[in-house]
């Protein structure tokens, strides 16, 4: 870093940028106390609702599809002229057949300008041919490509033994309702309505290609073997016993019966959501059925309609935006923040899972339900992530009120969480040992991200809960530091699963080794210190591209600050003893310069990571509350005689 000097923020500009901040977001909570914003994807989630509702032959909505089409047409690349999987983004193929596909069955004419941009594109990065597996199967279910290039899918999968190398319950909870009711769609191949006709023959080269995974660190053994059991399954295709496809048809439905989840939907994501509407639609379900109406409203609830343009979230994040704005606001203080903060988590209190064994329990039989989920409802998938910064939030209010009220949910939380510690000592998102990393070798696993492993950020989250509830010094704490140990990059930073990516990792791990006991001189937290210093950008603020998760794992790309980067490294130098050195008050100056007038932050660029490579997430309050907070405990460490960090986050 060519470092530029800065002028730290006096304390009364701190003051007045937390007064305004703090001020906004009250004011965005939800008439009931809770907070959830915008949660967007890529092209992709759009362009399917679009195809989702010509697939089933609905009513055109002429108003809502043209407001889809500007938001497509907005968001498509002026570098590229595809549509990219997160804000100024390298071309995708797969996303860019979709958002073309979706525009055209809008009605844009193949000849306007930006649908010949973005066919030409397609066609130089090798045309339709070259997409995903899930792309692949969109364009068969309309007719616009073939099955034979779609992995086989028997419905028959979901009657193996568990013990069986390939097996629902051996992939992450997102696969699993993403994959049921595929199993039934990919069996049945049904067409869609799709009134108009349209498709996509234009982005074809002509040039046949055979499907091969794609999968990230493919082994040749199980590369060779998943393709060659594909090729079986082709050619034994039509030969299934009726009765055994019947009754694995209805295993099918009955698992989605079992995990539909109301209006929330299947998995409360969009592509498990969608394709139980689809399954219901070929299965003869009409409209009026009740699974598979409440199944299309689901889908219906994940729309965010403005007066010109619209998009659908990939699902919702009510219960993480809370928690995390009540951390923020306990960080600010005072009694307008802190009655914010307390009917947050009155909001939160009866959302805890206590009665529902989910997928998990599969692997962890005996362990009692106790987490939170990430969405309003989804009681079979709670995550880890979410449970740990909820209960450090009840703990850190009930430390500053003294009231007891929370400890029986605080209690049950700590309890599933640990029961779901993996055997090498570190923590996954939503199951335990997940880990089965073969079947990333699958034909319809092209995306690598069919498992659930643990990662460095959630099980540092899980760290910082044990250690600010008192404990340290216990054989599964030392086993989780040992595994982050293991776990950090040579260049003293972590991976960071879920947010972008190595700033986001090596800040959650720095709060978790503070919230040990770990102090600034154990080489794991000076190492991880020095090297966020030395990524810090020129104007104070610190920014990281989403194309760090390239396969290579080359490490932290520059890019430009943004508010929620900068406020994870700043809370991680502090957690880190650094709260007095240049490199936090130049990141508090950039901050405090970079508020907007409405006292919170702007962000177009994404944070979120989905799935590494293939999918980003642009958290709208990220840079609402994320910076309040590393701005507020600035001042609150900047005001104390010890710089110790005294909360696990």
């Known amino acids: 870093?060519?470092?530029?000097?800065?002028?730290?923020?006096?304390?009364?500009?701190?003051?007045?940028?937390?007064?305004?901040?703090?001020?906004?977001?009250?004011?965005?909570?939800?008439?009931?106390?809770?907070?959830?914003?915008?949660?967007?994807?890529?092209?992709?989630?759009?362009?399917?609702?679009?195809?989702?509702?010509?697939?089933?032959?609905?009513?055109?909505?002429?108003?809502?599809?043209?407001?889809?089409?500007?938001?497509?047409?907005?968001?498509?690349?002026?570098?590229?002229?595809?549509?990219?999987?997160?804000?100024?983004?390298?071309?995708?193929?797969?996303?860019?057949?979709?958002?073309?596909?979706?525009?055209?069955?809008?009605?844009?004419?193949?000849?306007?300008?930006?649908?010949?941009?973005?066919?030409?594109?397609?066609?130089?990065?090798?045309?339709?041919e070259t997409c995903n597996v899930f792309t692949r199967i969109q364009l068969a279910l309309f007719g616009a490509g073939s099955w034979d290039v779609v992995p086989t899918l028997p419905p028959e999968l979901i009657l193996l033994p568990r013990k069986f190398p390939i097996h629902l319950s051996k992939m992450s909870y997102w696969a699993r309702t993403v994959v049921v009711p595929l199993l039934v769609l990919c069996a049945r191949r049904p067409l869609a309505r799709n009134p108009r006709g349209v498709k996509v023959d234009e982005l074809y080269t002509g040039h046949r290609k055979r499907f091969a995974t794609q999968a990230a660190n493919p082994k040749l053994v199980w590369t060779v073997g998943f393709n060659a059991l594909d090729r079986v399954l082709k050619a034994a295709d039509g030969l299934w016993p009726r009765r055994t496809r019947e009754r694995a048809t209805q295993a099918c439905i009955d698992w989605v019966r079992e995990r539909l989840n109301g209006v929330d939907g299947l998995g409360a994501i969009y592509p498990a959501m969608a394709n139980s509407v689809m399954m219901y639609d070929c299965l003869g379900y009409g409209p009026d059925h009740p699974e598979r109406a409440i199944a299309r409203e689901s889908v219906e609830r994940l729309l965010v309609i403005g007066e010109d343009e619209a998009y659908c979230q990939p699902c919702v994040s009510p219960v993480w935006d809370t928690a995390l704005a009540a951390h923020a606001m306990l960080e600010a203080g005072g009694a307008e923040n802190e009655a914010a903060a307390q009917a947050a988590l009155e909001w939160l209190r009866p959302r805890q899972v206590l009665d529902v064994e989910g997928d998990w329990a599969e692997e962890r039989p005996g362990v009692r339900p106790g987490g939170w989920a990430f969405q309003y409802n989804n009681d079979h998938y709670p995550d880890l992530d979410d449970t740990a910064v909820v209960v450090m939030a009840m703990d850190r209010a009930r430390r500053r009120t003294g009231d007891q009220t929370d400890n029986a949910a605080i209690d049950r939380g700590q309890e599933w969480t640990v029961g779901l510690q993996c055997r090498d000592g570190g923590w996954g998102a939503f199951d335990a040992d997940n880990a089965y990393d073969y079947l990333n070798n699958l034909p319809f696993a092209d995306h690598g991200a069919l498992l659930d492993p643990p990662t460095a950020d959630v099980t540092a989250r899980v760290v910082s809960m044990l250690a600010q509830l008192g404990e340290t010094n216990s054989p599964r704490m030392k086993?989780?530091?040992?595994?982050?140990?293991?776990?950090?990059?040579?260049?003293?930073?972590?991976?960071?699963?879920?947010?972008?990516?190595?700033?986001?990792?090596?800040?959650?791990?720095?709060?978790?080794?503070?919230?040990?006991?770990?102090?600034?001189?154990?080489?794991?937290?000076?190492?991880?210190?020095?090297?966020?210093?030395?990524?810090?950008?020129?104007?104070?603020?610190?920014?990281?591209?989403?194309?760090?998760?390239?396969?290579?794992?080359?490490?932290?790309?520059?890019?430009?600050?943004?508010?929620?980067?900068?406020?994870?490294?700043?809370?991680?130098?502090?957690?880190?003893?650094?709260?007095?050195?240049?490199?936090?008050?130049?990141?508090?100056?950039?901050?405090t310069a970079n508020q907007d007038e409405d006292g919170l932050w702007g962000q177009e660029l994404y944070t979120g990571g989905g799935f590494p490579r293939v999918f980003y997430l642009r958290y709208h309050g990220y840079p609402k509350y994320f910076p309040l907070w590393a701005l507020a405990r600035y001042r609150n460490l900047s005001q104390a005689n010890d710089p110790h960090v005294a909360w696990g986050m």
């Open 1 to 128: 870093m060519s470092e530029v000097p800065v002028q730290a923020p006096t304390r009364d500009a701190v003051e007045a940028a937390l007064e305004r901040a703090s001020g906004a977001l009250r004011k965005a909570t939800q008439a009931d106390g809770h907070w959830v914003f915008e949660l967007e994807a890529d092209a992709t989630i759009p362009a399917e609702y679009i195809l989702l509702r010509h697939f089933l032959g609905e009513p055109e909505d002429l108003e809502l599809e043209a407001k889809i089409g500007r938001y497509l047409r907005r968001i498509q690349s002026p570098k590229h002229h595809g549509w990219p999987l997160y804000h100024d983004g390298g071309f995708d193929v797969s996303a860019t057949i979709k958002a073309y596909y979706a525009l055209k069955m809008i009605g844009d004419d193949i000849d306007s300008l930006h649908m010949v941009r973005a066919r030409a594109a397609v066609l130089a990065a090798g045309g339709a």
């Open 479 to 591: 086993a989780a530091l040992a595994w982050l140990e293991r776990e950090q990059e040579p260049d003293g930073s972590w991976f960071g699963r879920w947010g972008v990516n190595y700033v986001y990792g090596t800040w959650s791990v720095l709060c978790a080794l503070n919230a040990a006991g770990l102090g600034p001189d154990h080489p794991m937290v000076a190492r991880a210190a020095n090297w966020l210093e030395t990524i810090q950008n020129t104007d104070g603020g610190w920014g990281e591209s989403c194309d760090s998760y390239a396969l290579d794992r080359k490490g932290h790309q520059t890019a430009p600050s943004t508010a929620s980067q900068t406020a994870w490294a700043m809370l991680g130098l502090m957690a880190a003893g650094r709260s007095d050195k240049p490199s936090v008050a130049r990141g508090a100056a950039w901050l």
